[in-house]
């Protein structure tokens, strides 16, 4: 695989350097990115920009160029999910869950109403209040759902009447250049352009002229450089960074319930996923029978690499990534606590990770304070619900949190007090299209999906049309009577 091209202006630009895509489950280079130039990236906004000048006039022509891409991404499943696969690592079937996902977000960006508002419509005006498109978008995207992620924003952004110009991970850039490529006879060109290259592609497009939003997913840390960089021009920004999501469960809850349910939330994409559970909290009472649960979960579930049909839980998509897991995982059993399950990497090529239970952690420990974003769960016992609130509280991140419990109106009441995003009961990384995502404190700023994504990717303007005639009357305005 090394086939690989950029869009700009629905065509491939001439190739100049790349960079090497690594397979996380061998650790051996097997394709390579184009790497783009400055120049380039210029072609890619004013493309964009031209683009957008038609682009936002044809509404119907927005939603049904929609329908079409998820027809595409459907059509062509089968072909993307392996590519996926070999650069991620996830399981082929969640690779092709992956592709289908980012389809259905089409689907229903394509039919949601762009709202608009009446607001006074009396003897002296009609003011109504409507939502236009910023322009221009740069939109940068992480590693552990590239494809989706990259959705998440190209479906509203779409439907708004923008266009933009789209930077993966330098990590996973191959699904979405291929997504590209497979979409230049579906949409105008210039719509959608992709450009492929490391850090430093980011930061160029967040500080260039053109785009006038910057739609970000990725860290906490660089989401800081985006805001600082977005900010000289007043960018919009949506920042959606990372999250330390609790699950605390209730004295009431069924352990071995509660337990299937929350691995399946913790270890989904071996852990790499924002809104991940990253740390649980447990009642002195079923610590035992949840570390229990866990620990058989963790310790029958199969890892390996993600061609194989058995394959429930890939490898940890790259290296730095999987020395940060194995640097925490190592300071918290340092430090006293003690591996149920797993522990260590597994001893063959690649970035594999023993899906890993962790008792005798407390807040304080790097692993319970930080996001992992891998397949190592803290477990935490606690006595007072008024404290474990707190504690689940007690932190920069605000992404999401769970709460597990037979009597679901105290569940209620408990995650009525998270501070995230998401509080999810008796469920958590319940996600769908219409749904608000986003994150309280350093966790983003903004929202994706539902009304309120699309949202995002408008300006709002209010068309005041008098109906006096007279000029400004203050007296009419309704501001001295
Ligand atoms: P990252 O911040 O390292 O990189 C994300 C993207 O930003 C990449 O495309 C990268 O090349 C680019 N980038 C790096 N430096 C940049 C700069 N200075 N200016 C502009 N762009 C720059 O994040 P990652 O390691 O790829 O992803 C993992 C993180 O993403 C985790 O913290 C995870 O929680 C978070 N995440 C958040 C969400 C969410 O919706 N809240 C979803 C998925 C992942």
Redesign the pocket.
């Known amino acids: 695989m090394s086939d690989f091209t950029m869009t700009i202006g629905g065509a491939a630009p001439d190739a100049t350097d790349s960079f090497g895509v690594i397979n996380p489950a061998n650790g051996e280079v097997f394709a390579h990115a184009p790497e783009c130039t400055p120049a380039q990236l210029d072609a890619a906004f004013d493309s964009a920009a031209e683009a957008q000048r038609s682009w936002k006039l044809d509404e119907s022509a927005r939603r049904a160029a929609l329908l079409a891409v998820a027809d595409v991404l459907f059509a062509q499943a089968g072909d993307l999910a392996p590519i996926l696969t070999a650069e991620q690592g996830k399981p082929l079937a969640d690779a092709t869950m992956e592709i289908y996902a980012s389809a259905i977000w089409c689907q229903y960006f394509a039919n949601l109403e762009i709202a608009s508002q009446v607001i006074q419509d009396d003897e002296a005006a009609r003011v109504e209040v409507v939502r236009r498109p910023i322009g221009v978008v740069a939109a940068?995207?992480?590693?552990?759902?590239p494809l989706t992620?990259a959705f998440?924003k190209i479906a509203p952004a779409l439907l708004a009447g923008n266009t933009l110009v789209l930077?993966?991970?330098?990590?996973?850039p191959l699904t979405t250049l291929k997504t590209a490529e497979l979409l230049r006879d579906t949409l105008p060109p210039g719509v959608l352009n992709v450009v492929s290259?490391?850090?430093?592609?980011?930061?160029?497009?967040?500080?260039h002229p053109v785009p006038r939003k910057?739609s970000?997913?990725?860290?906490?840390?660089?989401?800081k450089?985006?805001a600082a960089?977005a900010a000289p021009d007043l960018k919009r920004v949506t920042?959606?960074?990372?999250?330390n999501d609790p699950a605390i469960v209730l004295d009431d809850a069924d352990p071995a319930v509660v337990s299937r349910a929350i691995f399946g939330a913790a270890f989904l994409n071996s852990g790499?996923?924002?809104?991940a559970v990253k740390r649980v909290y447990v009642p002195e009472s079923l610590y035992d029978a949840v570390v229990e649960g866990l620990t058989s979960e963790a310790s029958s579930v199969r890892m390996g690499d993600g061609t194989d049909p058995d394959t429930k839980l890939g490898p940890i998509?790259?290296a730095?990534?999987f020395e940060r897991v194995k640097g925490l995982v190592a300071d918290a059993l340092s430090k006293g606590a003690v591996a149920t399950a797993g522990g260590k990497a597994m001893e063959r090529p690649g970035y594999f990770f023993e899906p890993t239970i962790l008792t005798g952690v407390s807040d304080g420990t790097a692993i319970v304070d930080e996001?992992q974003?891998g397949p190592a769960l803290p477990v935490i016992s606690y006595r007072d619900i008024d404290d474990v609130v707190e504690r689940a509280n007690g932190t920069h991140y605000g992404?999401s949190g769970s709460v597990w419990g037979a009597d679901e109106d105290r569940a209620g009441e408990v995650a009525g007090r998270l501070e995230c995003g998401t509080a999810w009961i008796n469920t958590h990384l319940a996600l769908s299209p219409q749904q608000p995502?986003?994150?309280f404190k350093w966790?983003?700023i903004g929202i994706?999906n539902g009304s309120w994504g699309l949202s995002e990717f408008t300006e709002v303007q209010a068309i005041h049309r008098s109906k006096t005639g007279d000029g400004l009357n203050l007296s009419t305005a309704g501001i001295v009577s």
């Open positions: 940068i995207t992480p590693w552990n759902f992620l998440w930077k993966p991970s330098p990590f996973t290259g490391g850090d430093q592609l980011g930061a160029w497009m967040t500080g910057v970000f997913t990725g860290s906490i840390a660089t989401g450089l985006v960089s920042l959606e960074l990372g999250g790499q996923v924002c809104s998509n790259n730095p990534q996001e974003f992404l995502f986003g994150g966790s983003g994706e």
